[in-house]
């Protein structure tokens, strides 16, 4: 049953990621950042908003609005919308778990999926500051950042651990989401790249640990 709920997710994040791309290719990518210009400031705080709640939630899919940030803002502007939502909503998360414990975080992760923030807990991140970062750089981060924050882990080293990530993993979904609606060769390959290396990482930290 959580198999088929994950791929529903992903199947979910392709259908967003689809539909985007045809809106913009259908109404033009300038027109549609006219459009988002006029909204001024709410504009970047409504897909802050998103991908904000998507984290703390995690069962929503959170990678449709880091591509979408990308396109609609550009690189810069995107990753730095993205880069805030991702440390203040995994910093949210930390803070739940470790002021309110495993209860309330199931009430926010659901209990279908509890069972991923204790096997996380259970790969003693806290002790490894490495296999943490490796971590906090896959999808799983917002999970991550519940499952740390429910052991006995300091916030300096949470927090150095979190804004690392999110400097090396984060310009990986906006960088897609440039290139593909700017048309740039250059982010796109670099996109490619990361994901490769992102990849990578996941496969890493996932083993299980030998006993």
Same mark, same amino acid.
Do not use: W
């Given at each position: 049953m959580k198999r088929w709920i994950a791929i529903a997710r992903w199947v979910l994040i392709?259908?967003? $990621?689809?539909?985007? $791309?045809? *809106? &913009?290719n259908k109404v033009g990518i300038e027109r549609i950042r006219d459009q988002v210009d006029q909204f001024g400031i709410w504009a970047p705080a409504i897909v802050f908003g998103l991908r904000f709640t998507s984290i703390i939630v995690p069962v929503l899919?959170? /990678? %449709?609005? %880091? $591509? !979408?940030?990308?396109?609609?803002?550009?690189? %810069?502007?995107?990753? !730095? &919308? *993205?880069?805030?939502?991702?440390?203040?909503?995994? /910093?949210?998360n930390f803070y739940i778990a470790r002021r309110y414990g495993r209860?309330?975080?199931?009430? =926010?992760?659901?209990?279908? =999926? #509890?069972?991923?923030?204790?096997?996380?807990?259970?790969?003693?991140?806290?002790?490894? =500051? =490495?296999? #943490?970062l490796g971590f906090l750089m896959t999808g799983l981060f917002d999970f991550v950042a519940y499952g740390v924050g429910l052991t006995s882990i300091s916030w300096s080293r949470y927090l150095l651990a979190l804004v690392v990530s999110i400097a090396v993993a984060k310009p990986l979904w906006v960088a897609a989401g440039a290139g593909i609606f700017e048309g740039s060769q250059l982010l796109l390959g670099f996109a490619i790249l990361a994901a490769l290396g992102i990849g990578a990482i996941t496969a890493f930290v996932q083993r299980e640990p030998q006993s």
């Open positions: 392709g259908v967003l $990621i689809v539909a985007v $791309i045809a *809106v &913009i899919p959170g /990678t %449709a609005y %880091a $591509i !979408l940030a990308g396109g609609l803002f550009g690189f %810069a502007q995107g990753l !730095l &919308i *993205v880069a805030l939502a991702d440390l203040a909503s995994c /910093t949210f209860g309330l975080v199931q009430r =926010f992760v659901g209990e279908q =999926f #509890m069972e991923k923030v204790d096997r996380l807990g259970q790969r003693h991140l806290e002790r490894n =500051f =490495f296999l #943490m």
